[in-house]
């Protein structure tokens, strides 16, 4: 299998090449870990080898394979989040693209080259109900059709749906991987080390935190946030976030590492690189764990339409105060 030009996931990689060794392709797989890695290159270059007529599958130089990397296969499917960052089930009548209910449709149809791939990059962001109308496809796909599903864990991912597909568990890129993939990418960061250090192994994230505008709207965020609740004042949210340059779902998953390598890096007496800002740091560790755990709490509620904005402001609020968020709704927990 032909899988030049992606780094790490060596243990995946194997696994894929393994199963199209024997031409054991499971119909239904699911690809789990961290955002932005490049489970969604491996799964389009796993299944390109469906249609591939060249020689090394895939080949990426044959018509088909070039009409993959396009996007423009009869028979390859991909469906990604919408601006919300979810995947709408869609409605019966509609049945608008990029939908569950679309997909559904679309694989009723007969295909043109006798074999059918889907790509769900995301099917933690489909509602229950949404996998619970996918369930049927997932059960029983035609013999012609292979569905690759893309999720950052299984938490969010229906049981039923999980015990019907093969797991393929992909780790984070080491540091050293994420570099490369910003130097091959052509990315013109200031400070990369900054950049791999709360990527988190996501090159993906690395090549946001690369957008000085971005990163400097982030580190103002984080470091009023820290620099409140290191000084025991209530923070006081900037009025220019930088989720209007991201989704929410993204900047909550960004937001989520930085505080969360900070913590690993002083509990580990790490060396923090030059170039971030000492306001992001948080003195108590404990708190830093309950910041950590707020921030996951907010990033489920994105299922609700929560206001972002108003959602932080509360639970800030109630860490501020050392008070307990219990009782019904999204964001029940206890800190």
């Not at 935190?209 to 209530?234: H, P, V, Y």
């Not at 006081?236 to 998953?253: C, E, F, H, Q």
């Not at 764990?289 to 929560?306: D, E, F, P, T």
Request: a neutral charge; one cysteine or more.
């Amino acid at each position: 299998m032909n899988f030049a030009g992606i780094h790490g996931h060596a243990a995946a990689r194997a696994r894929l090449d393994k199963l199209a060794g024997h031409e054991r392709i499971p119909q239904t797989m699911l690809f789990t870990g961290t955002s932005g890695t490049g489970k969604r290159l491996v799964a389009e270059r796993f299944l390109s080898a469906l249609f591939c007529t060249g020689a090394a599958r895939p080949c990426l130089a044959c018509e088909h394979c070039r009409q993959v990397i396009k996007e423009i296969h009869p028979d390859f499917i991909t469906i990604r989040p919408n601006e919300k960052g979810t995947i709408p089930i869609g409605s019966d009548e509609k049945r608008e693209p990029g939908s569950v209910r679309w997909l559904i449709e679309r694989l009723s149809r007969k295909t043109v080259s006798g074999a059918t791939a889907v790509i769900i990059d995301g099917i933690d962001r489909v509602t229950d109900e949404g996998q619970n109308a996918l369930l049927k496809t997932i059960e029983e796909p035609s013999l012609s059709t292979c569905i690759i599903m893309i999720a950052e864990g299984k938490s969010r991912v229906l049981p039923t749906i999980v015990s019907r597909s093969i797991e393929i568990p992909f780790t984070p890129l080491s540091t050293e991987e994420v570099l490369l993939v910003l130097h091959e990418r052509g990315e013109s960061v200031s400070e990369p080390a900054v950049a791999a250090f709360l990527a988190g192994g996501s090159a993906g994230r690395a090549m946001m935190l690369a957008d000085t505008q971005f990163r400097e709207k982030l580190f103002r965020l984080c470091g009023d946030i820290s620099t409140a609740l290191n000084m025991n004042e209530m923070p006081i949210l900037p009025a220019d976030l930088p989720g209007k340059l991201v989704s929410t779902s993204t900047l909550l998953d960004i937001m989520i590492n930085v505080y969360g390598s900070l913590l690993h890096a002083e509990i580990a007496g790490e060396v923090i690189p030059q170039g971030l800002p000492d306001s992001m740091r948080m003195k108590d560790h404990d708190r830093a764990r309950v910041l950590i755990k707020i921030l996951l709490a907010l990033k489920q509620g994105q299922s609700h339409n929560l206001n972002f904005r108003i959602a932080l402001k509360g639970l800030l609020y109630s860490l501020y105060f050392g008070g307990e968020m219990r009782g019904p709704g999204p964001l029940s927990f206890n800190i």
